[in-house]
């Protein structure tokens, strides 16, 4: 199985996100994009077959705060003009989580080589997109401060389901102190397609999560000071999960915190 690895050095323009994507396809950047193209808009990536493209569809809009549709490809093209003129979802992306049968099977640089003319890729949106504003805001985000990303958690909360699709809601979780937290609601509720604002604040056993250091996929942020609350967004890998659950025959996701850099400016 292929892995990624982070990147030590970035000899590249890290505020333009033709300049990231045409790092990453090169191979220059291989690391985790949430420092990078700050004040553009990422997303998270699902590619599906056609033939549950419009169920998957249907359940993204049934669940809008987890996963608002920033863009849609044309079955087997992988392209979406309105988010990169030059972005290729085979290669622009860094990461990749290859599912097939709902079991995760690969975690490619590439994958230009599995690309088929049945495939439909949906960019969903991410709170990656919104934290430039909370720290142009004053609000303190520990875990850019100390390099590290958001860590997300499986909750015990459902989401409505459509076809196949359905499954518990993932959230993400910013450790935040208690004046922050309201600055960031009232932030965030203005980008909807970034999750909009939280979804909890607080007790983290009352959406079912039991152990913070237990995140979904391992990484972030998992730890808590004595001045800080727990606050969760919806989150889009809350689409990996529907799609692991209808076992798909083939499922492609970006991995972890590998994003898709689009060209689309967050507005302040």
């Not at 401060?145 to 909360?157: C, H, I, K, L």
Request: proline share 8%; with cysteine; charged share 20%.
């Amino acid at each position: 199985m292929s892995t990624c690895t982070p990147a030590t050095t970035l000899d590249f323009d890290t505020t333009s996100p033709a300049a990231v994507r045409a790092a990453i396809r090169s191979g220059a950047h291989l690391g985790f994009t949430n420092h990078l193209a700050r004040g553009f808009v990422q997303g998270n990536l699902m590619i599906v077959p056609q033939a549950q493209a419009e169920d998957f569809a249907t359940y993204c809009a049934l669940n809008p705060r987890a996963l608002p549709v920033l863009g849609r490809s044309r079955p087997g093209e992988p392209f979406i003009p309105e988010l990169g003129a030059d972005l290729d979802l085979r290669t622009d992306v860094g990461g990749y989580t290859v599912f097939r049968d709902g079991e995760p099977v690969d975690t490619p640089r590439s994958i230009a080589e599995l690309w088929r003319d049945d495939l439909v890729a949906f960019v969903l949106g991410c709170s990656f997109s919104f934290e430039g504003v909370l720290q142009r805001h004053g609000v303190r985000l520990r875990h850019l401060d100390e390099g590290n990303v958001s860590a997300m958690y499986v909750t015990s909360v459902p989401t409505a389901e459509a076809g196949p699709f359905g499954g518990p809601l993932v959230v993400s979780m910013r450790a935040l102190r208690a004046r922050d937290a309201i600055r960031a609601i009232t932030i965030s509720q203005h980008y909807p397609m970034f999750h909009g604002e939280p979804v909890h604040i607080g007790t983290p056993a009352l959406i079912g999560i039991d152990d913070l250091a237990d995140s979904y996929g391992g990484h972030g942020l998992k730890e808590l000071h004595p001045d800080e609350l727990p606050v969760f967004w919806a989150c889009g890998a809350t689409a990996q999960l529907a799609a692991r659950r209808a076992r798909l025959p083939l499922c492609i996701t970006h991995h972890k915190a590998h994003m898709v850099v689009t060209d689309l400016p967050v507005r302040p």
